[in-house]
């Protein structure tokens, strides 16, 4: 073999082997793979995806028809969070008889999600149907129990789901104990009156413990995220589950922002909170739900959630007053070095899907596609900053 010859195979191998994954490395990122969910989770909640597109709904980008999920991955989304209802079968009254947000359903997304590497929030609302502020139906099942064997049914459920999952490698990243739970959750038993906060401390440490014993054998171990409502009742809040409560072993405090329901509105006040609660606590901080309309108009008769009035200073309701808020907040929570910022239902477009209050979408002017389907310029903020 000539000297030539050799310096030539040897410079091919070089290079052939560097570029492959050396054990241990974190693996070769290409170009267009967005950053690590670690670093800064960039996510959207798709929960109401495949009831959409059983109903209709089509998804297309640069004018070609296209998955969802790719979508929004490859405008710079590495997180999926996705809500899980314990026996919906109200839903089924409206579908046919098929089930969406139950646990096949949230299979299915996941797998959706995890195929194109994106980090799952699994959303776990603990109730039949939706869980929010004022709204903490306790399962159909689960009605009459007192609080310890509730704790126990919590317990059990939360790992019974976690295993599931993790046999069809399925694993979430992060898991959320409750949504939007202000005032406790699993009503009447955890809800919190005259100041007790005991039951609906109880609660949550039984669904935290299901998620540490299963992370005790897991290779993934997810994340715990406690969720409340509003950076104006953050505060209070969290104080009172870590002192009062005593719920101190969870990773993520959740916030949902609506400029709407809010009256904390300018980003500085976002960016000294976030970081208020990271020092005085010594956890990670994530908007895990929020939205901003792109239009005062309406894709079908099922009326609107945000109007006119719902607009903030300097960010007009336009596609292009929609980028530069949702890029403003999201810098604001990276400001105060938080962790991530969730975009809730930006997929959910008219089509001929029904909920309990109207056919079509509530939602169809604050998400990132147009009436169409097209995705708008806004959703590029996923990719900032």
């Known amino acids: 073999m000539s000297r030539l010859l050799c310096v030539i195979l ?16 974190d693996p070769v990122v290409l170009p267009n793979d967005p950053p690590s969910w670690t670093l800064f989770s960039r996510g959207v909640d798709l929960s109401y995806v ?36 314990h026996n919906p079968q109200w839903v089924g009254e409206l579908t046919g008889g098929k089930l969406y947000s139950d ?14 590497g994106m980090a799952i929030n699994l959303d776990i609302h603990y109730s039949d149907t939706w869980a929010d502020p004022d709204h ?23 790992l019974l789901v976690l295993n599931t999952l993790s046999l069809k490698g399925l694993t979430p990243e992060m898991i959320q104990i409750g949504n939007e739970t202000n005032s406790g959750m699993l009503f009447p038993v955890g809800k919190v009156e005259n100041d007790n906060w005991q039951p609906f401390g109880a609660l949550l440490n039984a669904g935290i413990r299901a998620v540490r014993d299963f992370s005790a054998t897991s290779d993934i171990k997810p994340e715990i995220i406690l969720h409340v409502a509003q950076f104006q009742n953050a505060r209070w809040w969290i104080e009172k589950v870590v002192h009062t409560a005593k719920v101190t072993d969870f990773d993520i405090i ?82 105060g ?16 899907m029904q909920d309990k209050w109207g056919t079509g979408s509530a939602w169809d ?19 900032k900053p």
């Open 50 to 85: 495949n009831e959409i597109e059983d109903f209709g709904g089509v998804y297309s980008d640069s004018g070609d028809v296209r998955d969802p999920f790719r979508i929004f991955r490859d405008h710079g989304a590495n997180t999926i969070r996705v809500r899980l209802w």
């Open 254 to 335: 959740g916030i949902s922002h609506y400029a709407r329901w809010s009256t904390i509105n300018q980003f500085p006040q976002i960016t000294s909170l976030v970081q208020e609660f990271r020092t005085t606590y010594g956890k990670q901080v994530m908007v895990v739900e929020t939205a901003y309309p792109w239009t005062t108009g309406d894709a079908d008769e099922y009326p609107n959630i945000f109007g006119k009035a719902d607009s903030i200073t300097g960010y007009p309701l336009t596609s292009e007053g929609q980028l530069s808020y949702l890029t403003a907040l999201t810098q604001a929570i990276a400001d």
């Open 365 to 383: 002017n604050c998400t990132l596609f147009d009436f169409q389907g097209h995705t708008l310029k806004s959703i590029d903020y996923l990719d």
């Open 136 to 158: 903490q139906e306790t399962p159909d099942a689960w009605k009459g129990m007192d609080l310890e064997t509730l704790c126990d049914s919590v317990y059990t459920y939360t």
């Open 337 to 352: 070095g938080g962790k991530g910022c969730m975009y809730w239902e930006p997929a959910w477009i008219t089509s001929g």
């Open 10 to 25: 040897a410079v091919f191998s070089l290079i052939f082997f560097s570029c492959k994954d050396s054990p241990g490395e």
């Open 103 to 116: 646990l096949a359903d949230v299979e299915k997304t996941i797998s959706r999600a995890k195929a194109l």
